[in-house]
Each structure stands twice: as structure tokens, then as C-alpha cells.
């Protein structure tokens, strides 16, 4: 359902689908209902429930995903009407940022981000007639164990409990990795190598960019850098200094705030960079609208304050009157193309001279 224009509801449709597909399914089919607000029961309203039933059973599709956050009994009022696995925005986008946690911490705050959203959603079969024993200690499950359980506790309740161990055990664990960090990075005046954060929205073509970049030749992998997240990348400039190159999760639009909270640490590293390269799809139908999306998010972490490079990808597939509308909008920005390699030494040579100038040589600091 939407509230507002049905071009809006369209785009945010769109961009829903690129992020299923991100997530690996395959889209088959698409419903816009427009009301004024959300049917509490169902969430579309009862005659679009029925045209949903009969494309799930035309298209033989098994997820029905809407876009928007649903309550968990719209969730289950919809999954009964329909028959197959219904999820929402913020399943699919924890589902991705699951794909794509790295680090120790990253993975951590997924789970937890997973687990909050699961716990009210959680639903047993038969809840009150499963009064079965079993196991909760670590690692509890197949075959049981002492039963830890008191008398009469329903196995949802149980599942409850072990949730909620979980859950403030990712809190506790979390908590003490990032005072380790946060030492770590105290311990680190500022940067030695410059560090150089690509951020963008999803799909607007960040690794693209960052294989250009790297993989010419000039730019190579370093095992120094081998223990960093596998998507920072060591580079050198024309002069021999050197810097770093690390792409990040993608930005979306109307991100669920339990999931920027999550992604605090993982984007926190944007934090750290000493130029923000933003990545925008000129093809896209609302750039701005992804430029504005993305400094809010790097606003959430404190990256606002960083030097910003805007890149405008996808020239190759963008028409003439946006792009021109992009320049004076963006006088400042570089234009490229990933995909043919258009501007590519240009955002390189801009990359340069926007590095910070150390103060020593870099190479005669490091033996
Ligand atoms: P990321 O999610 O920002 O890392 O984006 P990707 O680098 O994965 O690219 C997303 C999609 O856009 C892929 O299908 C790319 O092939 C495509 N793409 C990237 N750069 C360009 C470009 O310059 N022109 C066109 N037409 N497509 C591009």
C-alpha cells in the first residue's frame, strides 16, 4: 500500500525488487494499493488480499514480500491467506546485511538485529499442547538434556527464553568488542596510509567501481592488507604515496532504524576514512533522492563532516537532460561509466589530490 504517489510507490517498488533479487530471489510479479493507511488485519485491504492470492497461485511464486514493516499479525494473518512465507522490507534488508557481514562484530550485530526482529514474530504450532521436554542449556536442542525448563512451560516459551539468553549475550559480547576497538582506534592518532570509503546505495555500483580502481594494474592487493575486510583494497597514486580503498554495505532508502543501529559499527569505519567517495546511479530515476538518502545515513554515524567526493556512475545508461542536470547541480561531482571504464583516470587523479598530504612520507615510516 502507499500513501503517497503512485510514481513514489513505483520507485520504492523497484528498488525493493533489486534488493530481492540482491538477496537472491527471482522477482516474478508486482501490486501497488494505494489507501490511506494500512489495513490493521492484513495490510493491503481485503480485495487486494484475494488478487495476491490468486497471483501467488498463477505465478507459483512462494514469498510474497511487501514493502513496508508488517505487524506480526498482519504477518500471519497474510501468510494464512496466502500459503506461502511472507515477509516484509526489514526481513529482506536484515536478510541481505546478513549476506554481507564480515567481521566478528558485524555478524553479531546481524544476529541481534535477526533475533529482535524474530522474538515478537515468534510463533509455535500448538502452542499450549507441546508441553514436551527438553534441553535449554548451551548449544541445547536435539535430544534434550536435564530439563532446565520449570513445570508446564510451553516449548514457544522456552524458545523465548533461549532467545533472550542469546540476545543478551550478542548485547554483552558486542559491548565488549567495540571498547576493544574504540581503544584500538584511540591507540591510532589518525590514519598512517590515507583511507578511502566508497559509500553509495545499493546497486549504484560500488564493487564495479572499486574492481576499476584496483584492477588496472596500478592498484593492487597487499597481504599487508590481507587481514582488513576482504573489500579494502591497498593503492598507490601516481607519486608513490599509498592509500586504501574499501567499499561498504549499501545504503537504502527508509532503512529500518533497528538496522542502523546495528550497522553503527560496520558503517563507524566510514567514519574513520579521510574521503568519503559517494557513489550515485545517474540512471537511477530520483539521484538526488539517493544522494539525500545516503548523507543522512553517513549523518546517523558522524561521516557528515568528512570530505566528500560525489561520483556519478552509469552515464553509459543515463539520459542526456539528467546528467546536465546533474553537473549543475553537482558542479564538483566526476562523471564515469564502470561498466565501459569512462572517467575512470579522472575519479582517479581526483581521488589523488583530495588525499590528505602526510606530513612524513608514508613509504620512509614504514619499513
Ligand atoms: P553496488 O551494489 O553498489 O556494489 O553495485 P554493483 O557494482 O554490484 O553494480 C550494480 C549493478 O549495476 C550491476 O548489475 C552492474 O553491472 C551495474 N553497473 C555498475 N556500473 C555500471 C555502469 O557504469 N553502467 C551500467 N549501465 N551499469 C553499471
Avoid at 525488487?17 to 540482491?22: C, F, K, Q
Avoid at 558486542?174 to 553509495?200: E, W
Avoid at 590481507?226 to 592509500?243: C, K, N, S
Wanted: hydrophobic share 40%; aromatic share 4%.
Amino acid at each position: 500500500w502507499t500513501e503517497g504517489s503512485v510514481t513514489d510507490a513505483e520507485n520504492s517498488l523497484t528498488e525493493l525488487a533489486a534488493l530481492a533479487e540482491t538477496a537472491g530471489s527471482q522477482v516474478l510479479e508486482g501490486l501497488i494499493q494505494r489507501r490511506s493507511r494500512p489495513d490493521p488485519a492484513t495490510y493491503v485491504g481485503r480485495g487486494k488480499v484475494d488478487e495476491l492470492d490468486s497471483v501467488v497461485e498463477s505465478t507459483g511464486a512462494d514469498t510474497v514480500i511487501c514493502d513496508g514493516e508488517l505487524s506480526p499479525s498482519q504477518l500471519r494473518n497474510l501468510e494464512q491467506r496466502t500459503k506461502v512465507k511472507v515477509i516484509d522490507r526489514t526481513a529482506l534488508i536484515l536478510d541481505i546485511f546478513a549476506q554481507h557481514a564480515k567481521s566478528k562484530e558485524g555478524k553479531a550485530q546481524v544476529e541481534l538485529a535477526q533475533l529482535e526482529y524474530l522474538l515478537p514474530r515468534l510463533r509455535g504450532w500448538g502452542e499450549a499442547l507441546s508441553r514436551q521436554s527438553g534441553g535449554s542449556g548451551r548449544g541445547g536442542g536435539a535430544g534434550g538434556g536435564v530439563g532446565l525448563r520449570g513445570p508446564g512451560e510451553t516449548k514457544l516459551e522456552t524458545d523465548r527464553r533461549r532467545i533472550r539468553m542469546r540476545i543478551s549475550r550478542l548485547r554483552r559480547e558486542i559491548k565488549a568488542m567495540r571498547t576493544v576497538r574504540h581503544t584500538m582506534r584511540a591507540g591510532r592518532a589518525k590514519n598512517l596510509v590515507p583511507a578511502v570509503a566508497i559509500a553509495g546505495y545499493t546497486n549504484a555500483g560500488k564493487s564495479s567501481l572499486l574492481n576499476r580502481l584496483t584492477g588496472a594494474g596500478v592498484l593492487v592487493e597487499d597481504a599487508l592488507f590481507a587481514t582488513l575486510d576482504p573489500t579494502t583494497r591497498r593503492a598507490e597514486t601516481g607519486d608513490g604515496r599509498i592509500y586504501t580503498l574499501a567499499d561498504t554495505v549499501g545504503f537504502v532508502r527508509h532503512l529500518p532504524h533497528q538496522i542502523v543501529e546495528a550497522f553503527r559499527s560496520t558503517l563507524e569505519e566510514v567514519a574513520d576514512a579521510d574521503l568519503v567517495v559517494h557513489v550515485v546511479d545517474g540512471a537511477d530515476p530520483d539521484p538526488e533522492g539517493q544522494v539525500r538518502a545516503v548523507r543522512e545515513v553517513l549523518a546517523e554515524v558522524g561521516a557528515d563532516k568528512l570530505p566528500e567526493l560525489l561520483v556519478v556512475n552509469k552515464i553509459d545508461a543515463a539520459d542526456e537532460e539528467t546528467l546536465l542536470r546533474l553537473k549543475r547541480a553537482w558542479p564538483e561531482a566526476v562523471f564515469v561509466s564502470a561498466r565501459r571504464g569512462t572517467g575512470i583516470e579522472e575519479l582517479r587523479a581526483t581521488i589523488e589530490t583530495r588525499l590528505p598530504r602526510p606530513a612524513v612520507e608514508v613509504r620512509a615510516t614504514v619499513p
